[in-house]
């Protein structure tokens, strides 16, 4: 990153540059000759005082003394992807709203209020995207209130690492005291080359319909509810995939998921039993979903995965998925539904 100019070193940035995207350079450790620099690039989500916050596109918060900076600009904002198909972030993720959808949802302003019994996070919490129509601190009160009624903790997911992603308002809802609790990342590919993959699908069979079979895999929910039904099965057109186990085991070695939403297809719920792990299962469910999907006239993939999912990274990356942006679900101060 080339921050001189005529060979000198030069800070240009000043705090009317909040919410752009910039390179910073700071200086780590004491000033003398085994001091070093660490370049930061992120947004820069605040400047109070001589204190700067820059957020990363992971969602991390990094806070630089001013001080301590020797060098920083401007730079331009993140593209799109070039490794995948293109898109937004902000249409991924109500394309992937789309394709999870909650049982229950009110609008504010632009944003949506989403609820389904409390099962995963993604179907109840807010896709705080735009602008709400109230002053922030009126919307966070209207939105606590809606989950209360409905016993439940209320989340905000906010996504970063992308062009016009929300790193101003993730800033701010940390000012108020939410917590970030749980990170995961969009990766999204070319359909094409996972549906060509040299994987065995003869033993994989698809359905329209959730049965209890593919339930009795899936590890999010031990008593399925009906919202857990109704999430899984919801979307423009879902199907399931399932390997059986072994004889006279009416649970399933593996199981998937995918929704086709016009041009894209949203991979999920793809697990294996722990003892049919590498066999290739995983990516036999995958294959024959996707050329399920390409039936469908989709033609690019998507899937959402905890930054934690070391396992799902390493498969997804084989097959060619790339990081397109990070979201985060953030947690209101003090929360006790009621």
Known sequence: MDFTT???LEVRITPADVGKRVSVRPLTGEPDP????TDVVGVLTSWTGDVLCVTRRTGEA???AR???VAGKVVPAAPARRRGPAASARELDRIAARGWPAVESAPLGEWELRASG???RRA???LALGDPGLPLDAALDRVTGWYAERGLPAYLQLSTGAENTQELLAAELAARGWTREVSAQVRIAGLAPVADRDADVSAVALSRRIHDAWLARYQRSAAPSPEVRAVLSGGPSVWFATIGGAPGDEVPAAIGRVVVDGRWAGFAAVEVAPERRRQGLAGAVMTALA???LDEGASAAYLQVETDNGGAHALYEDMGFTVHHSYHHWRAPHDDPR
């Open 67 to 69: 001080s301590s900076l």
């Open 6 to 8: 005529g060979g000198r």
């Open 124 to 126: 109840n919490s807010v």
């Open 118 to 120: 409390g099962f995963t």
């Open 34 to 37: 085994h001091a070093t620099f």
């Open 291 to 293: 050329r399920k999907a």
């Open 62 to 64: 990094v806070r630089i």
